[in-house]
């Protein structure tokens, strides 16, 4: 099966579009779920099975203290003049953990890689 994504409005789209140049499915929350709130956009990420990858803190909150279940999410944190090395980092996680980061919450910084289960 195929790796879905869905790419939060916050996502540089940029990432999205080289997200999909690597074969990802990639659905973006601008362009299918624009103005959810973020326990919406989590919904959605559950019922397409989808990883979602956020530049959103919030997302950290609900995953821990509401305890959502079936989701993963994956936090990018870096500087404006560091987005192709966050597009070659989260894509090569992409490829070498995949669907194993369901249930997880990663944080992505340029020189750093964080998986964290998450509660179940």
Known sequence: MPLNILADESVDYRIVKALRN???EVSAVLENYQGFSDKDVLKA???EEALLVTEDKDFGEWVFAHKEKGVGVILL???S?????ITDSLT???NKYGESLIQKFTVIKVRKIRIRELPS
């Open 45 to 47: 990420a559950r019922s």
């Open 81 to 85: 003049n560091e987005l192709k090395q």
């Open 22 to 24: 690597s074969g990802y």
């Open 77 to 79: 944190r870096y500087q």
């Open 92 to 94: 090569n996680l992409l």
